[in-house]
Structures are given as C-alpha cells and as structure tokens.
C-alpha cells in the first residue's frame, strides 16, 4: 500500500513540476492603431456624387483637378476659431484640432488616376471622400477617422466627378497643395489661403 501511494506522489510532483516549467503561451494584444478606423485613399467614379460636375473656368486647377475652394476659405475665417462666424472646428487625426473648410474637388473625365497630396505645412491634413462616407458616415463627421497623407482619384470615363473633401490647418497659413498625374509622373501645385494666412 506504501508503495502504491509513493508511487502516485511521484507521479503527481512529476507532473506539477512539468506544468510549472512550461509556461502558457502568450496572448497577443490587439494593436489600437490597427482597430483605427481609416478614411479610404483610394477613389473612382462610383464615389463621386451623383450627376456630372458643374464646370468652374476660374477655380485653381492642377493636372485636370481643381477645386472653386482652393481660392481660400471666407475671409471672416480667423484663428483661434471662437464660433462658426469665424470659422469650423474640426477634430481628427488622434485628436488634433484643425480649422476647417469644405474643398470639394472636381475630376476632368478621362484623365486617368491622380495623386493629391499636402506638400506644405506638414500640420496640415486633407479630407477626400466617397459621397456615401460624406453623407452619412458619423465617424467622418466626428473626426474619428484616419486620415491618410495622400488621395488617389480617378474620374468618370465620360463625365467630370466631384468628390466632397475638406482641407484642414493648426492655424493661419498657406496649404500648398501637390496634383500629381500616376500615368505621366507630371505634377504641379496650387497655393490655398487658409484662415488669414497669406500665399505668395
């Protein structure tokens, strides 16, 4: 009897022994930045709003993309933004506060895929979006997208698109804004006034 019951300790610290030395195998966390929503990059023509764009001879235009925005926001526009006579808070990108104005861009049809990029100041942001994201996407109204620091858009093969967008600032400057066409490589920019800042 002594025997069997020695031997059934043994067998018993031998296996409290091996479920001590091997340990559990860790759990991976969920990274927070990759559970972060994120506004698409990319764009075509079943993103624009519905119906052909309105053609605008005089707004800025880059590589067939122009904006009747890009001549500035409101000249009421000030900072700090006190109420929206003088401007429209914006939250987003972690966080940040931005002023902001609505900067609707237009596509010239069948002008291939351009590239749309901030090139000064580096605190700047812009918002580029699907129609559908734009009218009823809570977190793009809350800022609690992403954004990301290029847009890709393609126009409609036979008509212009237009896609709703804001462009974004941390206070008075001028938004250098860079069009860059993916097919020829050839790029050139357009100069925004922002919240009194001034452009050369």
């Known amino acids: 009897m002594r025997s069997i019951l020695r031997k059934q300790t043994v067998v018993l610290i031998a296996a409290m022994a091996l479920t001590s030395c091997t340990p559990a195998p860790p759990v991976p966390k969920e990274s927070t930045s990759d559970l972060a929503p994120q506004l698409a990059a990319s764009l075509n023509c079943a993103d624009a709003w519905e119906g052909t764009a309105l053609p605008a001879p005089e707004a800025p235009t880059a590589e067939g993309v122009s904006s009747l925005s890009w001549t500035g926001s409101p000249s009421s526009y000030s900072w700090p933004i006190r ?6 808070p914006y939250t987003g990108n972690e966080g940040k506060e931005y ?3 609505k900067t609707p861009i237009s596509v010239e049809a069948g002008s291939g895929e351009q590239v749309i990029t901030v090139e000064s100041p580096p605190d700047a942001a812009l918002i580029v979006a ?3 994201k734009w009218e009823s996407g809570e977190a793009l109204r809350e800022g609690q997208l992403g954004l990301p620091d290029s ?3 393609r126009a409609c093969d ?3 698109a237009q896609f709703p967008g804001m462009t974004l600032v941390q206070g008075p400057t001028c938004v250098v804004i860079r069009v860059t066409d993916r097919t020829t490589a050839e790029s050139s920019t357009v100069s925004v006034p922002m919240y009194g800042g001034k452009c050369p």
Not at 83 to 88: I, V
């Open 158 to 160: 036979d008509r212009a």
């Open 83 to 88: 109420d929206q006579m003088n401007g429209y």
């Open 151 to 153: 847009y890709t858009v």
């Open 130 to 132: 699907s129609a559908a």
């Open 99 to 101: 002023g902001a104005w």
